[in-house]
């Protein structure tokens, strides 16, 4: 199994900045993909960013120029640095792996608990 840790959340001002980390961990043999996904009160869960073993990165359109994803050379940790922080941005990040366990053939989504993120205006 695999397990991710998450932190890094909290209370920050309108503008302000924070950075979230995720380490992976477990009989992981290989890594697809690893990102954030945010779920605010009453809506859906959303995609943030993810960046892809070769290191491609994909973005949500209302963060794009505001956050940035990266995942430590050699190491399964992604960071996600928030910059420009905005009210909308409240909500409980998740991150995921997308990863191949051994003893299995297939990939599978593993998801951490959340971490809560509220920027207040």
């Known amino acids: 199994q695999v397990q991710l840790v998450e932190s890094g959340g909290g209370l920050v001002q309108a503008g302000g900045s924070l950075r979230l980390s995720c380490a992976a961990s477990?009989?992981?043999?290989?890594?697809?993909?690893m990102g954030w996904y945010r779920q605010a009160p009453g809506k859906q869960r959303e995609l943030v960013a993810t960046?892809?073993?070769?290191?491609?990165?994909r973005y949500a359109d209302s963060v794009k120029g505001r956050f940035t994803i990266s995942r430590a050379n050699g190491k399964n940790t992604v960071y996600l640095q928030m910059n420009s922080l905005k009210p909308e941005d409240t909500a409980v990040y998740y991150c995921?792996?997308?990863?191949?366990?051994?003893?299995?053939?297939?990939?599978?989504?593993?998801w951490g608990q959340g971490t809560q993120v509220t920027v207040s205006s």
């Open positions: 477990g009989s992981i043999l290989s890594i697809n993909a």
């Open positions: 960046i892809i073993s070769g290191g491609s990165t």
């Open positions: 995921y792996c997308n990863a191949q366990t051994y003893g299995s053939s297939r990939y599978r989504d593993y």
